[in-house]
C-alpha cells in the first residue's frame, strides 16, 4: 500500500508539473497586446523625452516609423534592436543608458519588450504614444456642477470652513465703512457726503438693501464693473508689438461692455456676442461690435514680405485670439498645447487646431457698422453725386482715349525727343548754360510711385556745382568765384549753402528728415518732402553750369525699394527769390518704366489748348463732386475685424513643433475632447446643436465654426464657462477668489479653497439666467461681506490671508479708482454725453450731473502720441480739465506709461489681466505728493471747500473730510488742521488729505 501510495504521489505531480509547463507554454505564446502592455511603457519611461514633439537625440517614441526609422528596433530580432540594450544593464553590471530622467524599467517590462520585437512588433496604427498631462478628464473643475443644497446660504458655506478652523466672522461694519466699501465696490467712487448722511440716517431695515439696488442702477456700475471685464479680454486701444499704432476706432467696443454690464444682459449672450456678434447682430451694431473681442489683443502689424515669416506671424495671431479666448471664458490656458499636448491639462494639439481652424477667417481690420436703413439711407444721398462722378469720369476717358489715339500715331516723332535716359536715383544730373545764381530750386512735378502725386520724393543729395574758372566763360567780372578756379559744390552746407522745403515732420525728431540733409555731404540719410519742392540758397551769387541730385548709394540701388525718387521735374534759379527761370528740366529724357508714365508724357505732349482747357475744367468739376462726396457723414468704422473666407479653407493640420511649415494630422473644427466633440461620423455641415459639443466638416463656412464655438462656450456641456465667471465675481467682491488664479482652473491652477460654495455660485448664476446683478445682491448681502476689517491676532495665527474670510479684506483702491476720487471730491469729474459718431453733446459740460445720461465716446489721452515707423507714447505732465473723465474712458494704449495710473499699478493692456496687483513704491508717494494733476486737484478741492462752506475754516474741515473720508473729523484732528492751515494754508491740508491712507483704501 505504502509503494502504491508513493507511485501514485510520484505520478500527480509529474501531471501538475506537466499541466503547469503546458499553461505556462501556452500563456508564453499569447500575443502582445500593444496598447495594454507595451504602450504603458513607453509613456511611463520614454515619451517624455522622446515624443513627437520633443525628439531628444533624435528620437521619438511617437509611432513604429520613428524607432525602425533609426534602426532601434528590427521586428522579429530583439538581439538586433538597439532600444533593448539601451534599456538593459549591460553584463559588468552598468545601469542601463535608458531611461535617463525615470526609473529603470524592471526585469518583467524589459522581458515584454523583448517578446513584443520577437513577435513582429506589431504597433496598431491608431496608438500613438503621447506623454499623459498631469491632470485627465476626472480634473475637478471638468466635472458637472455639484448638485448644492439650495436652502443653504453663501454664508453656511463659509461659516462651515471657519468653524472647521476654529474662526467666526468679524462683527458688522458700521454703515459709513458700509457705504463706503459697497459705492467703491460697485461704482468705483465714493458716496457723496450727502449719500453718506441719508444712509447712516435710514431706520428702514432694508436699507442696506436698498443701497445696493441704487448702486446697481447708476450708470458708474457699468463703468466700474466694465473696467474689470476689459482687464479680462485684454482691451487695448493700440497694436502694440514693435510699430503698436494707435487704434482710434476701438472704442465702441468699450462703450458696448460698459452698456452691456449696465443693462444686466445675461453673460451667457454676451459671450456669444464676442465670439460671433456679427453674425448674430447682422442687421444690429450694438451687437455685433461685440465681436471686436476677437481683435481687441496685440498683433503683428508688420507687413512681412517673407511667406515663412508671413505664416509664423499669422500663428501668432491666431494663437493669441485662442488663448484670450480659453482664459477668458474657460479658465484654460490652451496656449500650452500649441506646440506639443498640454503638459498639465488634458488639451490636445488637436484640440488646439481645432480651434485653430474656428478662428482662421479672423483678420484684424475695421468694417463699417450700420443698420440697414442708415446704410440705405447714405446709398440714397450718394446715388447721385456718384453718378455725375461716373459722367465726369467717362468724359475724362473719353477725352483722354481720343488723344492717346492721335498720339499713338505720332509716338515715333515724340520718342526722337526723349534723348536722355530716364532719371536715375543713384545720381541724377543735369547740364545748363552758366548762370549767375543765388537760390537753386528742384520742383518735383510727378513722383515715380504714385503717378498723381509731386509730394513725396526724397533727396539724400542735392549737389550745385560752380563753373570751372580754367575754362573760359566770359561772364560778369562782379560775379564772386571760387578763389581756387575749380568746380565746388556750393550747395554744401560747409559751403555756406542752406536748404528749404516742406519736410516730412516726426514730433520726437522734427528734423529726422529736414532738408538740411539734402546738402550735408552724407548719403545715409535724406530729406523728404511733404511739398513740392527743394530750395538751395547759396552763400553768394555764383556762377553755376550743374546740379546732380540722387536718393540711393549706387550699391543699394537693387534693395532700395522704401524712398521716393522724382520722374518729372525742373530745375528753376532765382538771384532774388523772387523771380524765377527755368534752366533745366526732364522732359526730353524717357519716362520712367512704370505703368502711366509713358501715357502721361504724350498726353501732355500732344494736348491742344482747348483739350488742356476741357481736362482742367474736368479735373476741377471732379473735384467738386469728390468735395460734396466727402462731406457726407461716413458710415462708422469700427475695429471688429475683418472675415475672410479664403483664410478659413481648409485642410487644416496640426503644426508639429508650432511651426506653420511642419505639418501633422489633419484637423476638423471642433470643442475639447475632454467635454466630447463628437466622431468623424458627426461632422456635418449643419450647426451644431446649440450648447453641444461639435464636430464640423473642414468645408463648414467660417462663421458657422465661430457660432457652433460661442453655442458650446455657454452651452451645458461645459461646467468651466459658470465655474469661472462666479470666481470672477466673488474676486473683485473680496480681492482674491475661490480660486486664486482666475484665469487658470487647470493643474498649475490654484485649488478652490471652498469647492461646494464655487459650485453653489455658479449654479445660482444658472438659475438667473446668467445675469450678475443678482449675484452682485447675494454676495453684498451676505454676513461675509457686511462684516468689519478689523485685524484680529489670533484668526492670522489660522488664516493669514482671510482666505476663510472671517474678516472683510481691506484693499487699497486702484488706479483708477484713486484718479476718478480725486476727481470727484474736488468737484472736477466731468460727465460727457456723446453721439455715436464721437461728437460731444451740446449742452454737457465738465461738472454737470450724470443723472442718467450715457458717457462714452473717443477715450481722452493722458500722453502725447507720436507717429512715424513706429509710435511714441510720451507721458503728459499737464493733465487738463479734456482729461476730467473717468479713467475707464483713457485711450488705453499698450506699453504706454501713464503718470499716476501707472505708478499705482495699473496693467499694461498687452496681456489680460485677470488680477491686479497692489506694490508700494516710493515712486507712488512722490507722484501722487508733487504730481501737476495732484496739485491741480489740491487747489480745486480748496475752492470747493469754500464754495460748499463758505469762510469758516471749522465749516471748511468737516466738509473736507466728509469728502475724502466719508466722515466727520475727530476733535483732535481738528485742531492739528487748524494749525495746519495758520502755517501752510488750506489748498496745502486739501494737498495732504489727498496723499493719506484713508483716502485710498477701503475698509
Known amino acids: 500500500m505504502k509503494l502504491l501510495f508513493e507511485k501514485r504521489l510520484v505520478w500527480s505531480l509529474c501531471l501538475s508539473e506537466l499541466l503547469l509547463s503546458f499553461f505556462v507554454s501556452a500563456r508564453a505564446e499569447e500575443p502582445v497586446n500593444f496598447a495594454l502592455q507595451i504602450a504603458p511603457i513607453f509613456e511611463q519611461h520614454c515619451v517624455k523625452c522622446h515624443g513627437a514633439d520633443n525628439k531628444k537625440g533624435d528620437v521619438s517614441l511617437a509611432t513604429i516609423e520613428d524607432l525602425e526609422e533609426n534602426g532601434f528596433v528590427i521586428a522579429g530580432d530583439p538581439e538586433g534592436s538597439?532600444?533593448?540594450?539601451?534599456?538593459?544593464?549591460?553584463?559588468?553590471?552598468?545601469?542601463?543608458?535608458?531611461?535617463?530622467?525615470?526609473?529603470?524599467l524592471s526585469e518583467d517590462e524589459i522581458k515584454m519588450l523583448r517578446r513584443?520585437?520577437?513577435?513582429?512588433?506589431?504597433?496598431?496604427?491608431?496608438?500613438?504614444?503621447?506623454?499623459?498631462?498631469?491632470?485627465?478628464?476626472?480634473?475637478?473643475?471638468?466635472?458637472?456642477l455639484a448638485v448644492a443644497d439650495r436652502e443653504k446660504t453663501i454664508d453656511d458655506f463659509l461659516r462651515f470652513k471657519l468653524v472647521e478652523h476654529g474662526l467666526d466672522f468679524n462683527p458688522q461694519a458700521d454703515r459709513p465703512t458700509l457705504i463706503r466699501r459697497a459705492t467703491y465696490d460697485l461704482l468705483g467712487v465714493p458716496p457723496t457726503p450727502e449719500e453718506v448722511e441719508d444712509f447712516v440716517k435710514d431706520t428702514d431695515p432694508h436699507a442696506y438693501e436698498k443701497l445696493i439696488d441704487q448702486l446697481l442702477a447708476s450708470p458708474h456700475y457699468g463703468e466700474r464693473w466694465g473696467r474689470h471685464w476689459l482687464d479680462v479680454v485684454r482691451f487695448g486701444e493700440s497694436a502694440g508689438y514693435e510699430v503698436n499704432a494707435i487704434i482710434d476706432n476701438l472704442w465702441p467696443f468699450r462703450d458696448y461692455i460698459i452698456q452691456s454690464i449696465n443693462e444686466d444682459k445675461p453673460f451667457n449672450q454676451l459671450i456669444r456676442e464676442h465670439i460671433a456678434g456679427d453674425l448674430l447682430g447682422k442687421d444690429d451694431p450694438d451687437v455685433a461690435v461685440g465681436s471686436a473681442f476677437l481683435v481687441a489683443g496685440p498683433y503683428d502689424s508688420v507687413d512681412n514680405q517673407d511667406p515663412v515669416q508671413q505664416a509664423q506671424i499669422r500663428a501668432n495671431t491666431i494663437d493669441e485670439m485662442i488663448r484670450a479666448t480659453g482664459e477668458a471664458f474657460l479658465g484654460m490656458t490652451l496656449g500650452c498645447a500649441r506646440c506639443h499636448d498640454h503638459k498639465f491639462d488634458p488639451v490636445t494639439q488637436q484640440d488646439y487646431y481645432?480651434?485653430?481652424?474656428?478662428?482662421?477667417?479672423?483678420?484684424?481690420?475695421?468694417?463699417?457698422?450700420?443698420?440697414?436703413?442708415?446704410?440705405?439711407?447714405?446709398?440714397?444721398?450718394?446715388?447721385p453725386l456718384q453718378e455725375r462722378r461716373r459722367t465726369l469720369l467717362k468724359m475724362q476717358s473719353v477725352l483722354r482715349k481720343e488723344i492717346l489715339q492721335r498720339a499713338e500715331k505720332q509716338r515715333a516723332k515724340y520718342e526722337l525727343q526723349w534723348v536722355r535716359p530716364a532719371v536715375d536715383p543713384t545720381g541724377t544730373e543735369e547740364h545748363f548754360d552758366p548762370v549767375v545764381a543765388k537760390y537753386v530750386r528742384l520742383v518735383c512735378e510727378s513722383q515715380n510711385v504714385t503717378i498723381q502725386e509731386a509730394a513725396g520724393f526724397s533727396i539724400d543729395e542735392f549737389e550745385v556745382w560752380s563753373v570751372d574758372q580754367r575754362t573760359e566763360h566770359g561772364g560778369n567780372a562782379k560775379v564772386q568765384r571760387p578763389q581756387a578756379g575749380l568746380a565746388q559744390n556750393v550747395a554744401l552746407a560747409a559751403n555756406g549753402g542752406r536748404a528749404t522745403g516742406d519736410a516730412r515732420k516726426i514730433e520726437d525728431f522734427p528734423e529726422a528728415y529736414g532738408p538740411h540733409l539734402a546738402i550735408d555731404g552724407k548719403r545715409d540719410a535724406r530729406f523728404i518732402a511733404a511739398g513740392t519742392d527743394l530750395t538751395i540758397e547759396l552763400a553768394r551769387p555764383t556762377l553755376i553750369d550743374r546740379v546732380v541730385f540722387s536718393n540711393v548709394k549706387p550699391q543699394e540701388a537693387s534693395k532700395q525699394i522704401k524712398f521716393v525718387f522724382v520722374a518729372e521735374y525742373c530745375i528753376e534759379v532765382s538771384v532774388d527769390g523772387q523771380t524765377w527761370r527755368e534752366v533745366a528740366n526732364g522732359r526730353d529724357r524717357k519716362p520712367i518704366d512704370r505703368e502711366g508714365y509713358v501715357e502721361q508724357r504724350l498726353l501732355q505732349m500732344e494736348s491742344t489748348a482747348q483739350e488742356q482747357g476741357e481736362q482742367a475744367r474736368l479735373k476741377e468739376e471732379l473735384g467738386v463732386v469728390d468735395r460734396e462726396i466727402a462731406e457726407l457723414p461716413e458710415l462708422p468704422l469700427v475695429w471688429i475685424g475683418r472675415r475672410v473666407a479664403a483664410d478659413a479653407e481648409g485642410p487644416f493640420h496640426v503644426f508639429l513643433g508650432g511651426n506653420p511649415q511642419r505639418k501633422g494630422a489633419q484637423v476638423l473644427p471642433a470643442s475639447l475632447a475632454v467635454f466630447g466633440n463628437g466622431d468623424e461620423k458627426s461632422a456635418s455641415r449643419g450647426p451644431a446643436g446649440k450648447g453641444a459639443p461639435y464636430r464640423l466638416s473642414s468645408d463648414a463656412d467660417e462663421g458657422e465654426r465661430r457660432t457652433a464655438l460661442a453655442n458650446w462656450l455657454v452651452g451645458s456641456a461645459s461646467p468651466l464657462t459658470l465655474?469661472?465667471?462666479?470666481?470672477?465675481?466673488?474676486?473683485?467682491?473680496?480681492?482674491?477668489?475661490?480660486?486664486?488664479?482666475?484665469?487658470?482652473?487647470?493643474?498649475?491652477?490654484?485649488?478652490?479653497?471652498?469647492?461646494?460654495?464655487?459650485?453653489f455660485l455658479a449654479a445660482e448664476l444658472q438659475k438667473n439666467g446668467w445675469c450678475i446683478k443678482e449675484m452682485h445682491r447675494q454676495i453684498m448681502t451676505s454676513e461675509a461681506y457686511r462684516q468689519s476689517s478689523v485685524f484680529r491676532t489670533d484668526a492670522a495665527q489660522v488664516d493669514g490671508d482671510a482666505r476663510f474670510l472671517w474678516r472683510f479684506p481691506p484693499r487699497r483702491l486702484s488706479a483708477e479708482e484713486i484718479r476718478d476720487t480725486m476727481l470727484q471730491v474736488s468737484g472736477k469729474l466731468d460727465r460727457v454725453v456723446f453721439r455715436q459718431s464721437g461728437e460731444r453733446e451740446v449742452g454737457s459740460s465738465p461738472g454737470e450731473s450724470c443723472g442718467a445720461s450715457r458717457d462714452g465716446g473717443p477715450g481722452f489721452r493722458m500722453y502725447h502720441y507720436m507717429r512715424d515707423n513706429v509710435s511714441t507714447y510720451v507721458p503728459l505732465d499737464k493733465h487738463g480739465p479734456e482729461t476730467y473723465r473717468r479713467a475707464v474712458y483713457h485711450q488705453n494704449a499698450r506699453a504706454a506709461v501713464v503718470d499716476l495710473m501707472t505708478d499705482f499699478d495699473q496693467p499694461d493692456c498687452a496681456f489680460a489681466v485677470p488680477k491686479r496687483v497692489a506694490t508700494t513704491s516710493p515712486l507712488q508717494a512722490l507722484t501722487l505728493l508733487n504730481h501737476s494733476f495732484t496739485l491741480d486737484m489740491a487747489t480745486a478741492l480748496a475752492k470747493r471747500l469754500g464754495k460748499d462752506a463758505g469762510d469758516d475754516l471749522g465749516g471748511q474741515l468737516a466738509r473736507l473730510f466728509q469728502l475724502c473720508y466719508g466722515r466727520v473729523p475727530t476733535d483732535r484732528e481738528v485742531g492739528i488742521c487748524r494749525e495746519f492751515v495758520d502755517a501752510q494754508g488750506l489748498v496745502m491740508l486739501c494737498r495732504v488729505l489727498l496723499n493719506t491712507n484713508e483716502m485710498i483704501y477701503v475698509r
Open 82 to 104: 538597439y532600444l533593448l540594450e539601451l534599456v538593459t544593464a549591460s553584463s559588468d553590471g552598468a545601469p542601463p543608458k535608458m531611461p535617463k530622467q525615470s526609473e529603470p
Open 116 to 144: 513584443w520585437v520577437a513577435a513582429g512588433a506589431e504597433w496598431p496604427e491608431e496608438v500613438v504614444i503621447k506623454n499623459k498631462s498631469k491632470a485627465d478628464e476626472s480634473w475637478w473643475s471638468l466635472q458637472p
Open 354 to 383: 481645432g480651434l485653430y481652424a474656428t478662428f482662421a477667417g479672423v483678420r484684424h481690420d475695421s468694417v463699417q457698422l450700420a443698420t440697414s436703413e442708415v446704410r440705405a439711407e447714405r446709398a440714397k444721398k450718394m446715388e
Open 723 to 759: 465655474r469661472v465667471l462666479a470666481n470672477r465675481l466673488w474676486h473683485y467682491h473680496f480681492g482674491t477668489g475661490i480660486v486664486d488664479t482666475p484665469s487658470d482652473f487647470g493643474y498649475m491652477g490654484g485649488n478652490p479653497v471652498h469647492p461646494e460654495l464655487l459650485d
